[in-house]
């Protein structure tokens, strides 16, 4: 919904004594431009005069409108439309105050004017001066000078206005009031059991603690005490128990009756032990008689045992002993013969080896023979293959040099060329006729003469004919001379006839060489190494072997050149070796069986030799024995001692017995353990005793101090303090909780409303502010703006974004208020005056597209910034 | 013959659970007991007091208990037989021989079983506890028990009577027909707090000073007549100052809460009366705040001791006290989150439910 204030008229009112309008403001931006001191401010003082001010109200503000030293009555009149429905207003103050409303619905006069006014803009019944807080949106909205810094918080009209038709909270503010007295009493009493800020204990809740832990510390220390207490009668029970049980003990006449008869004992036990050892004795005695009997017995038994079997032992030895020996004879015999076999054996292998000897040497001197003769007959090869080199050499070395021919060649070249030159130059007469000429003195035939040099035709009249020819002719002719000259001096250093001649001998010599390569071969195989002969590989060689072999007949001749028969002499050495293997072998185990028969024959006879001096041992030791003289009554003293010592182990037996029944150290151990146990008594009596006094005295002492009370009051105190710690906990929980829940709520609210502010704020600050997003506090201020480098207190910013924020906090409201239905224009006095070039221009942008929505008037001293301005250009005194 | 037959003195008794002026209020009546059976037995002329056990609160009292205790004693004319119980059991060394080293001739402790013969004729039985707990009957040796001459045999016993209010695991347990079977003329008890006859000559004669909320009436001895083949003559007599009350209301708005308030000041002396008082109901908002006004205003004040428990009086706001409360916006709001806690159940909710009351006892507070 649209204000839009179309005329203004005033009069009376401050400097403006006669009466000014100004007209044809439209429905965008207006921008009017006046210097200081112009009354910008006052027209602005005067329209809200005119909207806000009772016409009947005589306050001092009312007062201060009239022009200085004039008691007249200030008036304005204002045309406005509302949504397109036109209003005219009205008002004078002080002297016959008017009011009056015309609009669509009619004409209203005073106050009945006035509060139609108040309900169509929304705005507080005012009472002594202009309170921003109850005006209302316009309020919000015109901006007059002096507070165009201010970030101020709408005032409840306004909150009412944006909450009501946000949330339908038209209240939740408004009870604000009660809500902080609340608040602040919950925080007050919450403060007297926790800390503000951290909740930690405090106060009341603190002492409580306190106070239980202390009471815990008592009981514990009073428990402590009395279960010592406690423990120490225990001990004495117990204490007392034993001391009953010892002094019984003590007591007990058993343990004398029992002692008296144990030392009766001891003596009675004395007297077996004395006995014991008597019958010990003389039990021994008859022991060592019977027993040396005996052995007297068994010694006999033993020698006369030994004699009997050594007798039969040394029959056997001596049997065995003939036989052995005859196995020794036996084997001495073949010894021998196999001996003689074998010397016979190597005899005959001996000669079959020389004969083979002989026959393998003749062998080998006649293989010689032949093999010189062999060297003989390459030797004279030899001499005939060299002889046939040296031939061959002689015509291999006539060979011409390639040069040679090349020189013979390019000279027969050059002769031939002179000879065309001299031939084509020449100078050629033909002559016939039979008349002698002669040419150079000779006849000149008939025919076609060719002269190369002068010559002189003598004519048969004797006339001669000088014939030059041309004179270079005598150049090549001497060419030609030369040529030929060196053609003839060269085939003589070579010495041929001719070229032809030359070339022929020159194949020749070329064939010759390669014969003589084939000669060279013939006798380097011819002269090849003979390892037999020790001839080593080489012409020279062969000829030393047969220059150095001795002259003489030939040893061929000696045994008349015949082969040996090698393989039956071959044969027969063989023979004989397998002959003579066979002879050693027969000859060894010959020898082999001699040697066990002459070593069994050697055990034999010492056994043999054993046995006899065991028989004869036996038979000494026999006659020893039988010689003694208790040998002669043996056969009767020995059953008689044997009675004897029966008798003397009974006795000992029960002397034994005796002793054992009265153990004299087990009674003394039994007396010493009475003893003992009624020392131990005693000692135990003392100590119980003693011990008994200590703990009386304990319990004397300490019982006396009501330890039992105490810690029965103690355990109280302790189940008191933590009850009253349990409840105060409860209170302080439950304050907790409730102040919680009262941030909670408050923050809600705000949030509920906060929330649409911030975001259309936002949309404009962040034109200006790129990448900041405003704060609202919950009272609907702008706190702080949020920068990624993190929250900035308005107060902090500079002058110029303040007063940007100022602005567009202003617009975001006007906006939210429009769309809410609420009359709204934007009315700025000399906004912006901090703001650098470009947050202005930004500014005025910004300005003109909200002017699209709804009316604002900017009234400005800087004509120059506000030149480019698009809108509506007014000015204040042309309206006069 | 007559005398007085009490028990149960419990001297010493620490009462930590109230706040220090009523504990010693507490402590000294216990003292002023002592003092109110001696009167009792001048002014019926009794000559002997009979104290069935737990004379003391505990084997161990302060000794200061002990001196006050037999100065209170020695002030009257007649003799004190004083029974170990199992609070003050007797053993060596122990509490009774500290008030044997202190007592005069007027006071007799009974801390074995020899009978003893109280005056020509009258033979007292005691049964002396020597542990705090005993399993076997410690009045089993009565049945058997010599008495020569006797014209009368009083017994003297503390414990529970078996199959009465104990069970039968209980420690220091007293035959029913005791008296019967011993041949007694009377069978004096003590342990059981109130006053008590379990059949005409087996008496107990609970607490002279009430010490906890368990009875209305208050402490009282017994005045016992015994003569040769008679039934005894037992008569309550009133020793005790306070009473202590345990009430449980359940109440629907403040109105009927003051009406029981008014009827029980109206039967009682409030100033030493101790009340314990459950609150139970479901009560609007308003009157809950109400009557925390009437507790903590004048109730507190006018009586001796106030113990409230009232963890099951739900104070539920009407829909009034939330409409009221919705014109204050964010109060309201807070109202409505902590209505909502409170419903939710689980362990929050007592707390949101005592936080919506302390809000709404604000609210009211501060509207006032």
Redesign the interface.
């Given at each position: 919904m649209g204000l839009v204030l179309n005329r203004i008229a005033i009069e009376n009112f401050r400097k403006f004594r006669d009466r000014q309008e100004i007209t044809g403001l439209t429905d965008g931006l207006n921008v009017i431009v006046e210097p200081n001191e112009t009354g910008k401010s006052t027209l602005m003082e005067a329209v809200r005069a005119a909207l806000f001010l009772r016409h009947g109200s005589k306050t001092q503000l009312i007062k201060s409108f009239q022009p200085y030293g004039d008691a007249v009555a200030p008036q304005v009149e204002l045309d406005f439309t509302i949504d397109g429905a036109p209003y005219r207003l009205v008002k004078r103050f002080l002297s016959r105050p008017v009011a009056e409303l015309e609009g669509p619905d009619g004409r209203q006069h005073g106050d009945a004017a006035e509060e139609a006014l108040q309900s169509l803009l929304g705005f507080e019944k005012q009472s002594s001066g202009l309170d921003s807080t109850s005006l209302g949106t316009l309020g919000l909205l015109w901006v007059p000078q002096t507070e165009g810094l201010d970030l101020v918080p709408p005032g409840d009209k306004v909150r009412e206005g944006i909450g009501g038709a946000l949330e339908g909270?038209a209240?939740?503010?408004?009870?604000?009031a009660?809500?902080d007295?609340?608040r602040d009493?919950?925080e007050a009493e919450y403060t007297r059991f926790r800390t503000a800020r951290a909740g930690s204990s405090t106060g009341e809740l603190k002492q409580a603690e306190a106070r239980l832990e202390e009471a815990e510390a008592a009981l514990k220390e009073a428990q402590q005490r009395?279960s010592a207490?406690e423990a120490a009668?225990a001990e004495?029970?117990q204490a007392?128990g034993q001391l009953a049980l010892v002094a019984g003990e003590l007591a007990d006449p058993g343990d004398m009756e029992q002692r008296e008869k144990l030392a009766g004992d001891l003596e009675l036990a004395r007297g077996a032990a004395q006995r014991l050892e008597t019958e010990q004795a003389r039990h021994a005695g008859a022991a060592a008689r019977v027993e040396k009997l005996e052995d007297l017995h068994r010694r006999h038994d033993q020698a006369r045992r030994l004699v009997t079997e050594s007798e039969a032992e040394l029959k056997r030895r001596k049997a065995d002993h003939a036989i052995l020996a005859d196995g020794l004879a036996n084997a001495r015999r073949k010894a021998a013969e196999t001996g003689a076999a074998l010397d016979e054996c190597r005899r005959a292998r001996n000669e079959a080896r020389k004969a083979l000897d002989a026959a393998q040497k003749q062998e080998a001197r006649r293989r010689e023979r032949a093999d010189i003769e062999r060297a003989r007959q390459r030797h004279a090869g030899l001499l005939k293959l060299e002889e046939q080199r040296a031939q061959f050499a002689r015509i291999a070395r006539t060979a011409v040099p390639a040069s040679a021919f090349t020189d013979l060649e390019r000279i027969e070249a050059a002769i031939d060329q002179e000879r065309a030159v001299l031939q084509a130059g020449g100078v050629r007469i033909a002559f016939s006729g039979s008349a002698n000429v002669t040419l150079d003195g000779e006849n000149l035939a008939e025919g076609e003469t060719t002269l190369t040099r002068e010559a002189r035709i003598a004519l048969a009249d004797g006339s001669e004919i000088r014939i030059h020819p041309p004179a270079n002719l005598a150049g090549a002719e001497y060419r030609l001379e030369d040529a030929r000259a060196r053609h003839a001096a060269l085939l003589e250093e070579l010495q041929a006839g001719s070229l032809a001649e030359l070339r022929s001998r020159d194949r020749a010599a070329r064939d010759a060489a390669v014969e003589l390569q084939g000669i060279g071969k013939q006798i380097e195989a011819l002269t090849a190494a003979d390892e037999t002969l020790g001839i080593a590989a080489g012409a020279e060689a062969l000829k030393l072997f047969i220059a150095e072999l001795p002259e003489g007949a030939d040893p061929a001749e000696e045994d008349g050149g015949k082969t040996p028969p090698l393989p039956e002499l071959q044969q027969a050495l063989e023979e004989s070796e397998t002959a003579l293997a066979r002879a050693e072998e027969f000859n060894q185990s010959a020898l082999d069986e001699l040697r066990t028969a002459e070593k069994d024959e050697m055990a034999g006879s010492v056994r043999t030799s054993q046995a006899e001096g065991e028989f004869a041992r036996g038979q000494r030791d026999l006659a020893e024995i039988e010689a003694l003289a208790e040998f002669a009554t043996l056969a009767d003293d020995l059953p008689e001692a044997r009675a004897d010592l029966a008798r003397k182990a009974a006795a000992l037996e029960e002397a034994r017995r005796n002793a054992a029944a009265l153990d004299a150290d087990a009674i003394r151990r039994r007396m010493e353990m009475l003893d003992r146990r009624r020392e131990g008594a005693a000692r135990r009596k003392a100590e119980l005793d003693q011990e008994i006094a200590r703990?009386?005295t304990r319990?004397?002492t300490e019982?006396?101090?009501?330890?039992?009370?105490?810690?029965?009051?103690?355990?109280?105190?302790?189940?008191?303090a933590a009850?009253a710690l349990a409840r105060m906990t409860?209170e302080a929980?439950?304050?907790a909780?409730?102040r919680d829940?009262?941030g909670?709520?408050?923050e809600?609210?705000s949030r509920s409303m906060v929330g649409p502010v911030a975001e259309r704020a936002r949309r404009y600050t962040q034109r200006i502010l790129p990448g900041c997003d405003p704060i609202f506090g919950s009272d609907l201020g702008m706190a702080a703006i949020r920068r990624a480098s993190g929250e900035e207190d308005c107060n902090l910013l500079s002058q110029g974004t303040q007063e940007q924020l100022a602005v567009l906090s202003r617009l975001a409201f006007a906006e939210l208020l429009r769309e809410e239905g609420r009359p709204v224009s934007l009315m700025l006095d000399d906004p912006l005056v901090y703001s650098d070039d470009v947050r202005l221009d930004a500014m005025i942008d910004l300005l003109e597209e909200a002017s699209r929505d709804m009316q604002i008037i900017v009234l400005t001293c800087r004509e120059r910034a506000f030149r480019a301005a698009p809108g509506k250009r007014l000015r204040l005194l042309d309206a006069v | 013959m007559r005398f007085i037959h009490t028990a149960d003195w419990q001297l010493?008794?620490?009462?930590?659970?109230?706040d220090a002026e009523t504990r010693n209020a507490l402590t000294e009546a216990r003292f002023d007991a002592i003092d109110a059976v001696g009167k009792a037995a001048a002014a019926h002329n009794a000559q002997h007091v009979l104290v069935a056990g737990d004379v003391?609160?505990?084997?161990?009292?302060?000794?200061?208990?002990i001196v006050q205790a037999l100065a209170r004693m020695e002030r009257y004319a007649c003799k004190w037989w004083l029974l170990p119980g199992n609070h003050d059991f007797a053993?060596?060394?122990?509490?009774w021989d500290?008030v044997r080293k202190r007592a005069g001739g007027r006071v007799a402790v009974l801390a074995s079983h020899d009978p003893v013969e109280m005056e020509d004729g009258v033979w007292l039985l005691p049964a002396p506890l020597l542990h705090r707990h005993m399993v076997d009957d410690p009045t089993a040796a009565w049945d058997d028990m010599e008495t020569p001459g006797a014209r009368l045999r009083i017994g003297l016993a503390h414990g529970s009577i078996r199959d009465f209010g104990t069970s039968g695991e209980a420690p220091n347990l007293i035959a029913p027909d005791r008296a019967r079977r011993a041949r007694l003329d009377y069978l004096a008890l003590g342990d059981w707090h109130g006053h008590l006859g379990v059949d005409d000559r087996t008496w107990y004669s609970g607490t002279p000073e009430t010490d906890r909320f368990q009875r209305d009436e208050p402490g009282h001895c017994l005045q016992v007549e015994l003569a040769e083949g008679a039934a005894p003559r037992v008569t309550p007599v009133r020793t005790g100052r306070y009473q202590w009350l345990a009430r449980s209301w359940t109440v629907s708005d403040a109105a009927g809460f003051r009406a029981e308030c008014d009827r029980l000041l109206g039967d009682c002396t409030p100033s030493d009366t101790l009340l314990r008082l459950n609150l139970a109901g479901l009560v609007p908002l308003a009157d809950r705040v109400s009557m925390i006004g009437h507790i903590e205003d004048d109730l507190r004040h006018l009586l001796r001791h106030l113990e409230i428990r009232d963890g099951d009086l739900v104070a539920r706001p009407s829909e009034d006290d939330l409409a009221a409360l919705d014109?204050?916006?964010?109060?309201?709001?807070?109202a409505?989150?902590?209505k909502e806690r409170a419903e939710a159940g689980g362990s929050?909710s007592a707390?949101?439910r005592?936080?919506l009351e302390?809000?709404f006892v604000?609210?009211a507070?501060?509207?006032a």
């Open positions: 909270q209240d939740a503010l408004l009870g604000s009660m809500f007295r609340v009493r919950i009395e207490l009668y004495l029970e007392r703990l009386e319990i004397e019982g006396g101090r009501g330890l039992a009370e105490r810690t029965a009051t103690a355990r109280d105190e302790q189940a008191a009850a409860d929980e439950t304050l909780l409730l829940v009262l909670e709520a408050r809600e609210v | 010493g008794k620490p009462f930590g659970g109230f003391f609160d505990t084997e161990g009292p302060d000794e200061r208990t053993r060596n060394g122990g509490l500290r014109a204050e916006g964010m109060l309201g709001r807070a409505a989150i902590l929050e707390l949101a005592r936080a302390r809000l604000e609210i507070r501060q509207g």
